[in-house]
């Protein structure tokens, strides 16, 4: 069983920062590709960002390109959300995913993992 656990939300104010952290626990499975989406209040989920397995390859939403960066960490199993300049349509519950894959992977259809979400709310 994999297990995914975001962690770093908050609340902050317009132009701050926050770091989401996703640790993936359990079974082992390599390679594996991980995303970041967000969901706010009636609206559908949405793609943020994504990395590939050996984190050479990178995507990103147009609205978060510039402010938002995704690292990953192999020896840690671990997806970070770095964001910065940050805007009160930034608030919603982000989502981190995990899927078998070595690929860049850019819609929420073809994760098999997710985590349970955190909130980030921005306030103006």
């Known amino acids: 069983q994999v297990q995914l656990v975001e962690s770093g939300g908050g609340l902050v104010q317009a132009g701050g920062s926050l770091r989401l952290s996703c640790a993936v626990f359990?079974?082992?499975?390599?390679?594996?590709?991980m995303g970041w989406f967000r969901q706010a209040p009636g609206k559908e989920r949405e793609f943020v960002a994504a990395?590939?397995?050996?984190?050479?390859?990178?995507g990103y939403a147009d609205s978060v390109k510039g402010r938002f960066t995704i690292s990953k960490d192999n020896a840690k199993n671990t997806v970070y959300l770095q964001m910065n300049s940050l805007k009160p349509e930034d608030t919603a519950v982000y989502y981190c995913?995990?899927?078998?894959?070595?690929?860049?992977?850019?819609?929420?259809?073809?994760?098999?993992?997710w985590g349970q979400g955190t909130q980030v709310s921005v306030s103006s």
């Open positions: 359990g079974r082992a499975f390599t390679p594996y590709a």
């Open positions: 995913a995990a899927d078998n894959s070595a690929r860049l992977l850019l819609h929420p259809w073809e994760y098999d993992y």
């Open positions: 990395i590939s397995w050996n984190g050479g390859i990178t």
